[in-house]
């Protein structure tokens, strides 16, 4: 192998903080050295979904022990707005209506956390109720949106509803997820000389925090710092949630001139912050004798808050992946983002695509239970095909559809048929009268790049100091998933130089301005290519220099393992630089990036809004027990689309994670408003994530090998953040599947998401009539 060969890059690297988030050593914003004076932030919430507010007492919460100020609506300098979207449509604090449940109404800044949180307890606030909105199906009633839904068509989907021999119809609801990212949310403000402040934030999109503070604030964006070392967890929740609870901390420590922080308790965090969009799902189609779709209504009607926050991107892009990997010759898809007096719910992996795609494979289902087939064949017979059936509802033309090869290798590893078999031969004798077992191979095709065009850019900031190592700093930002790993690999790889050389210091709006969301999957992409953008412009510029100064041509200059060759020599690295040092070189560039090739056009509801396509398949064996509607994950087979893996450690992780977090939004995560529209699930003690129990209990997880993205990525890798998520599908219809056996696989259970053992049973028993009822009959 050559000197020079990629030994960086494409290799499976430890996360570069993993021994610090074992030991307890990893900084977190709560972790950092409180400063002098620091003042601990505690919101008082309504406890009112709609309602005016006739009175607002805060004399007792001024005058608890250790209050330094309580501030309201009428104390922001700036405007009380903190709507990343839409503007003027989300208060940071409410002023004379409340419109759900857990809204902030005033914070409390007391010398310790416990002072303030006793003292926001102590306001007395008077109500006149207003009428509430609360579920899809009373919004959907109402009809008022919270902003303007869209429509994807292509040719007749009525028509060929109509004209087709088999037709069907349904709904299907799917229910919302809270994030429950480790480290909740929280801020710390400093204030500095005139108008300037400093945040340490735990936000996904520091320059939308910063841009969100200084509105508040009523100053400058060059006033306001944002930095970001790292999040215990975002999963999209700090992608626009994180902005009000900076914007407290902020406007605290400007008013005061002391320090403040503001980290929510765990109760609050879930009833004040947005959630995963819940979506009530109507569906019509047309299919043939083969369960091959010829037109397909679909209508994906969400319930997205008080304000807009992201649910227009996030409904647009439910409909983009509501065909998952499925051609339909003729459609017609409607969201419906509904106005409800709920928390305003919003980004979380996927974004949106996972609802689209649950209700796509529904459809998948429904056909294949009511044709008698195995739901694999149908699927495989709608799939979209290269060169013919392959273009989207949004008419973007799939160029090289994997899920076909990835489908049939998968089943085939994992000896889906057989499986599939003994488990039909099965059913209903011994044990199986009681514990019956379900299989279900499922594909995902998920689009990368933001819906919003002008999102897909990104930039860095590379410094090589004269000692030879290297400084580097993107708009990135660090949850969790190995990103400043693998853009310090890029860099590392691009300068061939031992990844200890290369120091990522934390995101910060003071380093690279104006960027976009570490979201859509888009983080190693992004900033991947504008960190190499700026070595190579560097590198350019060493290249010209040595070339110069040694009077050798510039293709004799060869960056090699921690050295560099010129003609014949061989230089260490850190030799080098100082050279180019004393040359007045400069040694520090900037980079940018930007997605080519997608544009869209909303209004016509057509384009190429996604550079490209990830793929995956997942297959998973259950076992429900029919007398308790409970189950269990026997088995799960993965294999999954990274391109070249810029680092298949990391990247297998981010699959088996995004699996169990899918299978849990869609199993055992339900989120309960009581009648007066609070959060009764606020809590680990009410709200159940997967633990270690619920894993499967054979796991193998396989990249696919030998696919290099057919795009110019960053080293040719694919996106890895969101699409195995919709992975956890599999474990859905699996569940089906097993449930579906009592009326001998011809009965679709139609069963809602997520699938408690209540839904379970609920089905169960209602299959069990539907066969009796067949049986009768014949």
């Known amino acids: 192998m050559p000197d020079h060969a990629q030994f960086t890059v494409h290799r499976p690297l430890r996360h570069e903080s993993a021994h610090k988030h074992v030991t307890g050593e990893a900084l977190y914003v709560d972790d950092l050295p409180e400063p002098a004076g620091l003042l601990h932030l505690c919101p008082g919430l309504a406890d009112r979904p709609h309602a005016r507010v006739r009175a607002l007492d805060l004399a007792a919460v001024r005058a608890a022990p250790g209050v330094a100020c309580v501030l309201t609506a009428s104390d922001i300098p700036g405007v009380n707005d903190t709507g990343p979207v839409h503007r003027h449509d989300e208060p940071l604090l409410a002023t004379d209506t409340v419109s759900f449940a857990g809204q902030p109404l005033f914070v409390v800044a007391a010398a310790t956390r416990a002072q303030a949180r006793a003292a926001a307890r102590l306001a007395r606030v008077e109500y006149d109720d207003l009428p509430a909105v609360l579920d899809v199906e009373a919004a959907r009633e109402a009809g008022t949106l919270v902003t303007e839904g869209m429509v994807l068509r292509r040719g007749d989907a009525a028509a060929a509803i109509a004209a087709a021999p088999h037709r069907l119809s349904g709904t299907m609801r799917i229910g919302g997820q809270e994030h429950f990212y480790l480290e ?351 070595v190579e412009a560097i590198k350019h510029r060493l290249v010209d220099f040595a070339a110069g100064h040694w009077s050798v041509p510039t293709e004799a200059v060869v960056f090699l393992r921690n050295r560099v060759r010129v003609g014949n020599q061989e230089i260490p690295f850190p030799d080098f630089i100082r050279q180019a040092y004393m040359a007045r070189v400069q040694l520090s560039a900037t980079g940018f990036y930007k997605t080519p090739k997608i544009h869209w056009n909303r209004e016509t509801g057509t384009g190429h809004p996604f550079f490209y396509f990830a793929y995956g398949a997942a297959c998973t064996e259950v076992a429900v027990d029919t007398l308790t509607g409970e189950y269990r994950v026997e088995r799960v087979d993965i294999l999954h689309d990274a391109g070249r893996s810029l680092n298949p450690a990391i990247d297998l992780g981010q699959i088996e994670g995004g699996f169990v977090q899918g299978a849990g939004w869609l199993t055992t995560e339900e989120l309960v408003w009581d009648g007066e529209g609070r959060l009764a699930t606020h809590a680990p003690s009410t709200y159940k994530i997967p633990a270690c129990g619920d894993r499967p209990r054979i796991f193998n997880v396989h990249l696919l090998e030998d696919a290099p993205n057919r795009e110019d990525t960053i080293f040719r890798s694919k996106a890895v953040g969101e699409p195995p998520f919709m992975l956890g599908m599999s474990v859905f219809h699996a569940i089906s599947d097993a449930v579906a056996s009592i009326a001998g696989w011809r009965v679709c259970p139609r069963i809602d998401a997520p699938a408690t053992p209540e839904r379970v049973l609920d089905a169960v028993e209602r299959l069990r009539a539907a066969a009796g009822t067949r049986q009768d009959a014949a």
């Open 184 to 534: 909740g949310q929280v801020a710390l403000a400093e204030p500095g000389e005139d108008d300037e402040v400093t945040i340490h934030a735990s936000t996904q999109h520091p320059s939308e925090t910063q841009a969100i503070v200084a509105h508040v604030l009523g100053v400058p964006a060059h006033a306001v710092t944002v930095q970001v070392r790292r999040m215990g967890g975002g999963f999209g929740g700090k992608e626009t949630q994180a902005n009000g609870v900076a914007a407290l901390a902020a406007l605290v420590a400007k008013r005061t001139g002391r320090a403040a922080k503001l980290r929510l308790d765990r109760d609050d965090d879930m009833a004040m912050t947005g959630k995963r969009h819940d979506f009530l799902v109507e569906y019509a189609v047309g299919y043939d004798d083969m369960g091959r779709i010829e037109g397909i209504d679909l209508v994906y009607a969400a319930r997205c808050g008080f304000s807009a926050d992201l649910s227009g991107p996030v409904t647009d892009r439910a409909l983009f992946h509501a065909d998952n990997c499925y051609f339909y010759p003729a459609c017609r898809i409607e969201s419906l983002p509904l106005k409800t007096n709920t928390v305003s719910n919003t980004a979380f992996r996927g974004f949106g695509g996972p609802q689209g795609m649950v209700g796509a494979e529904r459809v998948i289902e429904e056909i294949a239970f009511v044709l008698g087939l195995d739901p694999l064949e149908v699927r495989r017979r709608n799939l979209y095909v290269a060169g013919e059936r392959n273009v989207t509802p949004y008419h973007q033309v799939v160029e090289a559809p994997l899920a076909a090869e990835i489908m049939a290798r998968l089943a085939a590893e994992c000896d889906h048929d057989a499986r599939r078999a003994a488990i039909r031969a099965e059913a209903g004798r011994g044990d199986a009268r009681v514990i019956r077992r379900g299989i279900a191979l499922t594909p995902v095709k998920f689009g990368i790049s933001f819906t919003a065009t002008h999102f897909n850019q990104a930039g860095a900031l590379v410094h090589i100091y004269t000692d030879g190592s290297v400084h580097l700093n993107h708009g990135g930002t660090e949850m969790g998933q190995g990103l400043y790993l693998k853009v310090a690999q890029v860099v590392a790889q691009a300068l061939q130089l031992d990844l200890d050389r290369i120091r990522v210091t934390a995101t910060t709006t003071g380093k690279v301005p104006n960027t976009s969301a570490t979201a859509a999957s888009s983080g190693a992409d992004l900033n991947g290519q504008a960190a190499l953008a700026a």
